[in-house]
């Protein structure tokens, strides 16, 4: 008990802070705070900024790509281009020549075509042999046998060695360009498919922010409501504390009876509770508005409405129009992009079933290179080509992955055309809802005039003592009862306007 009244006071404190202390905001104020701080909204604004960047991306894909590549290997064995019989074969061709059978009879016959050289001296030397050359061939063919050996045992090593490649140590690179000539329409579709991801990321925004608007809008009527509450119960706890100071001193003049005042004194008590009860929930509506604005829970804001005699809104209501609901909504966008995504991803697989062309050119460069023979020095080449990838047989593998992405786009349809059927019937409820709720505020304002005119006559009755203060206490109620049926009405009609606009697709910050 001590709790409750220590926090009955602390609320009571709260409601009575100086409004210097308090923060005065608007409903345009509280919508814009609400989008500037609300999580989800910056989530939201994230995904945009990723899909924007996902298409700068996909845009790349129609223009060349450069790449450099270098690579060093090492192995434990070189390449042998000569088998080893080759090359034991080569180094000894002196030795294999001049022990053969027929080495005697050929040098016999070199003699012989020595003197025939001298001889032919003159003839040789008009044909442009020079007079060193001669003398070589002839030194050549006058040879010991084992100098021609020697000879031509380092003619066959000189080939041996020619043939040698030191590869165990090779060093590569490249430097290559790509150029996508024809991908089956597979970057087209890309292109478009990250576009229609940007479209999603902006109609889920708008989606979030309604969202969000809408929740902001019942937070800030809310508080408003409890607050005309708050007065309307203190206003009643005000009448039926005067009319028990007038019934005890009717009890103490004898003009009424105990029992009377016994029941007065129950109203008392019920009002006091009714008013601690409306207190409380205003402070806590106060800090669930001030969550939903990104306020601290215990900041004092105060409403322009919370003390305007009426908060119906006086302006024109929106109107019902199902093609521009359809049109506006962010779920139906959101599920129309789902579907051309869907599409598109068909696409995509579809361009594996047609042939893929790319330019291709670049630089190679490698050490050892054989651009020249074998030699141990970078030396690179130009090059330039055309690459043809034709599908030939899978499976049918494509066909099947093509036929489930078309499966999948006509789900999305189907749901796309349920949604938009059930948006129509909500929009048509809302608007059956906003002129039910016009005619309810309408039917409440004249209960609240009767109400008033009958609590006046049972004032007058019960001060000229002839109505009992039980009639009198049955007026008040009616009276409570219908001043909170007006409140109610009120911001009943508010909301429906939030609810008409929310299934219109308009509900958004006015500027």
């Known amino acids: ?12 404190a709260v409601g009575t802070l100086p409004a210097a202390a308090q923060r005065v905001l608007t409903l345009d104020s509280c919508r814009a705070m609400a989008l500037n701080n609300n999580k989800q909204l910056s989530v939201a604004k994230v995904k945009q900024e990723i899909a924007a960047n996902l298409r700068r991306s996909a845009r790349t894909k ?33 030795t294999v020549a001049t022990h053969g059978e027929g080495f005697t009879a050929a040098m016999g016959a070199l003699g012989e075509l020595t003197g025939t050289i001298g001889k032919l001296a003159p003839t040789l030397s008009a044909l442009g042999l020079n007079t060193t050359q001669m003398e ?44 996508p000539l024809f991908m089956g329409g597979s970057i087209v579709a890309m292109n478009r498919l990250a576009d229609i991801s940007e479209l999603m990321a902006q109609n889920s925004h708008d989606a979030k922010a309604q969202a969000t608007i809408y929740a902001t809008d019942k937070a800030y009527w809310q508080v408003v409501s409890l607050r005309h509450k708050q007065r309307l119960a203190q206003a009643y706890l005000d009448l039926v504390k005067k009319l028990d100071e007038n019934v005890n001193k009717m ?67 929106p109107q019902l129009n199902v093609a521009y609901a359809l049109e506006n909504r962010p779920e139906i966008k959101l599920l129309e992009n789902t579907v051309a995504m869907s599409q598109q991803a068909t696409n995509i697989l579809k361009a594996a079933n047609l042939p893929q062309v790319a330019l291709m050119g670049g630089y190679v460069i490698s050490n050892p290179n054989v651009l020249d023979g074998f030699q141990k020095k970078f030396a690179g080449l130009w090059n330039i080509g055309i690459l043809v990838r034709i599908p030939v047989w899978n499976w049918g593998d ?101 609810n008409m606009k929310k299934a219109m697709g308009t509900l958004r910050v006015e500027n």
């Open 398 to 498: 494509n066909m099947y992955k093509v036929r489930a992405s078309k499966g999948t786009t006509t789900i999305l349809n189907l749901e796309t055309a349920e949604a938009k059927e059930k948006i129509t019937l909500q929009a048509t409820q809302t608007a059956y809802q906003l002129d039910e709720a016009n005619k309810r505020l309408a039917l409440a304002e004249t209960s609240v005039k009767r109400a008033d005119e009958n609590l006046r006559t049972a004032n007058i009755g019960f001060s000229e003592g002839v109505i009992t203060p039980t009639t009198v206490m049955e007026a008040q109620t009616a009276w409570l009862q219908a001043k909170s049926q007006q409140i109610d009405a009120e911001i009943d009609l508010r909301l429906s306007q939030v």
């Open 136 to 179: 070589t061939v002839s030194n050549l063919i006058s040879s010991s046998p084992e100098v021609i050996e020697s000879k031509l045992n380092a003619i066959g090593q000189h080939v041996v060695d020619a043939f040698e490649s030191d590869t165990r140590n090779i060093w590569a690179g490249s430097v290559m360009l790509t150029q």
């Open 251 to 317: 009890i103490a003049e004898g003009m009424a009876t105990r029992s009377d005042g016994l029941s007065v004194d129950v109203r008392v008590n019920e009002a006091e509770m009714a008013l601690t009860k409306v207190n409380d929930g205003l402070v806590l509506s106060r800090m669930l508005l001030c969550q939903t604005i990104g306020l601290p829970v215990n900041e004092q804001i105060i409403l322009p409405e919370e003390e305007a005699g009426s908060v119906a809104s006086v302006s024109p209501a």
């Open 62 to 94: 129609y223009l060349p790509h450069v790449s450099a590549l270098g690579t060093y290997m090492h192995t434990t064995e070189p390449v042998q281009l000569m088998s080893t019989a080759d090359q034991q074969l080569l180094s000894n061709l002196g």
């Open 1 to 12: 008990m001590r709790r409750f009244l220590a926090f009955g006071a602390w609320l009571l």
